[in-house]
């Protein structure tokens, strides 16, 4: 059968987490080791978003929502089912952080929240974004987005409560999975109550969702190996690839948002694979480490170094080319041999055809030089040094324009 590497470092599955009775409840779990004392679980990152966002329309008249032009599509689609409008922000040339100049000026008495992002390979500062508005809007809500960094530190401390409500999301790929979940954190406990009691209309029961998350999570774990992935994720995104449909491809072709609780069935496993998640963390960062010991080798990539006091979760690396011609390369060749080379996204917001007419068409030049440029290179400790020795000569013949 043929080895399939995955994208990103998901905590690898084990069937007795099925069945097994766990010895905490998940969202004491998620509390403990993002050093809280209540979570909201939501049913996905997109739906704690969409809560955060519905939460804060309450305390101020803004309806606007600035997000940076490097994000997830689904962070978009979550505004506008927040009955609200996006303005797009930017990145710094080369980074992922939003550029503060521009977010500066697109700030306005119509803004209600600007909402930082972090992404498994890369952690934005929050606090200037927060500092920038006490001072010329502080009316303005911070929401950080911090959907692909469970387990991310910055100077120490757990991110997602640098601003006013943060957001996790538990969905396959994002390290530790319900196949499809999240959930919601906020530093001030007036509001971490408020929130959560806000949050519960808004997840009516749904036993139809729930049922296919059941059923998902099970063929989570059937297929999660090297073996098994090739069907369920190589073979899909090489079709995809082949007839040009990176959007597909990326399963980015997605833009409902359902609401509905987690199940206690999927929280129980949840909780099973929460307790290995330290030393799953421990095991990614450790692939992170040994896979960018090997790229660094070759002077022309860009692997995205974390800040000092920095420590993003890893799931993944970023490595951004000279060229989007060598970026696209690295996309079909790395697919095309299972190596666990993929794109975060597609494109710039702003480029998503299933979007437009619904967001500015504000340039980013920037976001879109670096979304063309940038692919993804997994850190899952799957990888052996053999797979490694792989990545870095594929790279190396691109960049040596073999
Ligand atoms: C930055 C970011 N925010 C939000 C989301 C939405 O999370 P979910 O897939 O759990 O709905 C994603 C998902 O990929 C993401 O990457």
Redesign the pocket.
């Known amino acids: 059968m043929r080895r399939e590497l995955p994208p990103t470092s998901g905590l690898p599955p084990r069937f007795a987490d099925l069945y097994r009775e766990p010895p905490f409840a998940l969202p004491d779990l998620l509390a403990a080791s993002l050093g809280t004392d209540r979570v909201t679980l939501t049913c996905?990152?997109?739906?704690?978003?969409v809560i955060a966002f519905d939460y804060v329309k309450q305390f101020a008249i803004g309806r606007d929502i600035v997000l940076p032009a490097f994000?997830?599509p689904?962070?978009a689609y979550?505004a506008l089912k927040a009955g609200l409008t996006v303005s797009l922000c930017d990145t710094m040339p080369s980074r992922f952080d939003m550029d503060m100049g521009m977010l500066a000026r697109i700030i306005n008495p119509d803004t209600l929240a600007v909402v930082p992002?972090?992404?498994g390979g890369h952690l934005t500062p929050v606090t200037p974004v927060r500092g920038l508005l006490r001072s010329i809007a502080p009316h303005v809500f911070v929401i950080e987005?911090a959907?692909?960094a469970y387990g991310a530190r910055i100077q120490g401390k757990p991110v997602g409560f640098g601003g006013d409500l943060g957001?996790f999301?538990?969905?396959a790929?994002?390290g530790l999975t319900l196949f499809?979940?999240?959930c919601l954190v906020a530093a001030d406990p007036v509001i971490r109550l408020a929130m959560d009691q806000h949050a519960r209309p808004l997840l009516p029961a749904s036993p139809m969702m729930e049922a296919q998350r059941i059923i998902e999570l099970i063929g989570y774990h059937l297929f999660y190996r090297p073996e098994g992935l090739s069907w369920v994720y190589g073979r899909p995104l090489r079709k995809a690839l082949q007839r040009g449909d990176l959007i597909a491809a990326l399963d980015e072709d997605r833009d409902a948002?359902p609401m509905h609780p987690i199940g206690g069935w999927r929280q129980k496993v949840g909780a099973n694979a929460a307790m290995r998640w330290a030393q799953h963390l421990a095991a990614t960062k450790d692939a992170a480490r040994q896979m960018r010991a090997v790229l660094s080798a070759i002077p022309q990539l860009d692997l995205h170094w974390p800040d000092a006091g920095f420590e993003p979760s890893q799931t993944f690396l970023f490595v951004t080319l000279p060229s989007k011609r060598q970026a696209d390369q690295a996309l079909m060749q790395g697919a095309a041999q299972g190596l666990g080379i993929t794109k975060?996204?597609a494109h710039p917001l702003n480029r998503y055809p299933a979007l437009a007419g619904k967001l500015p068409t504000t340039p980013t030049p920037q976001a879109q030089a670096l979304s063309d440029r940038t692919v993804t290179v997994t850190t899952s400790p799957l990888l052996q040094d053999s797979d490694r020795a792989r990545i870095a000569d594929l790279f190396q013949a691109i960049v040596r324009g073999r």
Do not use: P, R, Y
Request: glycine share 14%; proline share 0%.
């Open positions: 996905s990152g997109s739906a704690a978003l994000t997830c689904l962070v979550a992002t972090h992404f987005d959907a692909q957001v999301s538990f969905a790929g994002k499809e979940g999240g948002i975060l996204f």
